[in-house]
């Protein structure tokens, strides 16, 4: 069965700070690999996406995802975290096409001045 | 840039009683889905739906819950008789036929049964 771990509940950083937000996954294939962030009172707001091909994909607002097959990760960073990036970050994936996603427990990003 | 919206954004109700989540997805997108996050714990699937059929249904998706496309624009779910526990964030997403794969969620409604 599909499954994502996301092993850190809450994060600090400071701001101007680089950030790692860990995933790790179970399945069976090569998966579909995505990352949402959920601001406060917010949806889910799509950062990126791995399909296949270069393994380090780039998002918006400046974030980056590495698909490690030999890991089973797929971490997303920022080189230097502004204050509005605090937020909740979800790691989910997919078989691809028309099929639901698994999401992990997400990851709290606080960032301090 | 278009984006899923959906209402109301909170509802509170009783327990027992019928709730009616809308949603509006993008509009040339064809494959809608439905999520819910209790508090404090992972977004789930509960729906998927293509072509007026479900299309996958998760364990949670019993008989107290069905979708509905009504016109050409809006998604529904219908919790027809609503428990402690549906008290939840419920989030639609919808899919493209070129993109099925990426899902795009609204901003949810959060529904509170007392």
């Known amino acids: 069965a599909q499954s994502v771990t996301q092993p850190d509940i809450h994060i600090t950083v400071s701001e101007g700070a680089s950030l790692e937000l860990r995933c790790n996954y179970s399945y069976g294939a090569t998966p579909y690999l995505f990352w949402y962030v959920q601001s406060p009172g917010q949806g889910l707001q799509l950062l990126l996406k791995y399909f296949s091909g270069d393994t380090l994909v780039q998002g918006i607002k400046g974030f980056e995802a590495e698909f490690k097959r030999s890991q089973s990760s797929f971490n997303l960073r920022k080189p230097s975290v502004h204050w509005s990036d605090a937020a909740e970050y979800f790691c989910?994936?997919?078989?691809?096409?028309?099929?639901?996603?698994?999401f992990g427990t997400g990851t709290r990003l606080l960032v301090s001045p | 840039e278009p984006e899923v919206t959906q209402t109301p954004s909170h509802q509170v109700t009783q327990m027992g009683q019928e709730v009616i989540l809308r949603c509006v997805p993008i509009s040339n997108h064809l494959y809608f889905y439905w999520y819910r996050q209790i508090l404090g714990q992972k977004v789930e699937f509960l729906v998927s739906f293509y072509n007026n059929e479900i299309s996958e249904k998760s364990e949670i998706f019993d008989d107290q819950f069905s979708v509905e496309r009504p016109d050409g624009s809006n998604f529904t779910l219908k919790i027809r008789s609503t428990k402690l526990e549906d008290s939840a964030m419920y989030f639609c997403a919808s899919s493209s036929p070129g993109q099925q794969e990426t899902q795009y969620f609204g901003p949810g409604t959060r529904l509170l049964v007392l």
């Open positions: 989910a994936v997919g078989p691809g096409g028309f099929q639901k996603l698994v």
